[in-house]
């Protein structure tokens, strides 16, 4: 297998490991953003029970609220970290103009696409790999919901509910 040569995809003389680095940190604060499903989600069951003494009893009649009430906007870093990319890939168009004008030369090569591999390609991948993350988090998110919600207050169609675009309000 070749080895990836990333200078093939970006603009030329452009430093990537910035870009990488800048990437590194908004993967990373969204993920630390999307933990607060976890507050909520514990907030949530411990309103399942009433204590007595030194004991959790389950309320009876009470139930979980659904998934995407929990959830809320705690992927929202993720589609901020997509949307980044598109300014980024803008970026990489703009650099073409600055300092030597490689515009020129990109539009002269006879590969007619090289100007949009070396704007694209990067930006895609990333946002792409955001999506997968963003993908990832909430099925993982989602299996917690189900193992820790206990049977007889988990209300049907979860599933169907993820894809409700407004979730109600409680």
Known sequence: MKNF????????????????KWLAIGAGLSFFYSL????????????????IGMRKVLIEGAIMPDFPVILDKSLLGFGILVFGMIILAAYH?????????????????PDRFELWRRCLTLPLLFAAAALLLAGLLLLLYFGLYLLV??????????????????????
């Open 5 to 20: 040569d990333v200078e093939k995809y970006i603009p030329a003389g452009m430093d990537y490991w910035q870009e990488f």
């Open 36 to 51: 607060g499903f976890l507050f909520r989600l514990n907030g949530a069951y411990e309103r399942l029970f009433r204590r």
């Open 149 to 170: 919600t206990p049977a007889a207050c988990l209300a049907p169609g979860q599933w169907q509910k993820i894809w409700q675009v407004i979730p109600p309000a409680y």
């Open 93 to 109: 168009y703009s650099y073409h103009y600055q300092g030597s004008k490689s515009i020129y030369l990109m539009r002269r090569l």
